[in-house]
């Protein structure tokens, strides 16, 4: 079955740019799905942050949308996540998840901390 | 952007009881929700889609029903796994609720 693994630096710098990659095993990028990202601080709840389409479409919460930009690698089967000008504020867990069209399978979850 | 509210925050319940959990949106979703299980330090899981339908491998004492802007989540009779917080969400546009911790009691 599909299984998603986020990988990238767990600290990053005020001001600066978080990057994450979502890889794809079990199954193909390309299939009839969308691909999300998803992130929880600590102790809150959930909140979207985009999704990406394997044509390359996406859609982004509104609220992250001058931030955020969702890429798609179909020849490593993964997707990948860029923040940028990033404070404490996004700290968080951040998830990836496939779409289905509700969020039916989830990456385990990489914690982010913003911090000097 | 669709707000969706849950209630009540926390719920402490015993083993073997049953547990409601309310979810509302701001407007209409139609059937367009979504039920998921958080445990601590574990990815969320889907349970419900579609207001009412379980997602594969869901035991029967979870269920869904709803539509527009009230949903609610029973479990009939809380084991000890149960014990978790639950998040609503809707599809339309991809909002989620603010989460219920079930407790024990």
């Known amino acids: 079955q599909v299984q998603l693994q986020e990988s990238g630096p767990g600290l990053v710098k005020p001001s600066g740019t978080l990057s994450l990659t979502c890889a794809v095993s079990g199954g193909s990028i390309s299939s009839s799905n969308w691909w999300s990202w998803v992130r929880q601080p600590p102790g809150k709840g959930l909140e979207w942050i985009g999704e990406i389409y394997h044509s390359g479409s996406t859609n982004y919460n509104p609220s992250l949308k001058s931030r955020v930009t969702i890429s798609v690698d179909k020849s490593k089967n993964q997707f990948s996540l860029k923040l940028s000008s990033v404070t404490a504020a996004d700290t968080a867990v951040y998830y990836c998840?496939?779409?289905?069209?509700?969020?039916?399978?989830w990456g385990k979850g990489t914690t982010v901390t913003v911090s000097s | 952007e669709i707000v969706m509210t849950q209630s009540p925050a926390t719920l402490s319940v015993s083993p073997g009881e049953r547990a409601t959990l309310s979810c509302r949106a701001s407007?209409?979703?139609?059937?367009?929700l979504a039920w998921y299980q958080q445990k601590p330090g574990q990815a969320p899981r889907l349970l419900i889609y579609?207001?009412?339908t379980r997602a594969t491998g869901i035991p029967a004492r979870f269920s869904g029903s709803g539509s527009g802007t009230e949903f609610t989540l029973t479990i009939s009779s809380l084991q000890s796994e149960d014990f978790a917080v639950y998040h609503c969400?809707?599809?339309?546009?991809?909002?989620f609720g603010q989460g219920t911790k079930v407790e024990i009691k």
């Open positions: 998840a496939r779409v289905s069209p509700f969020m039916d399978v």
């Open positions: 407007q209409s979703v139609s059937s367009n």
């Open positions: 969400q809707q599809y339309n546009n991809w909002t």
């Open positions: 579609g207001a009412s």
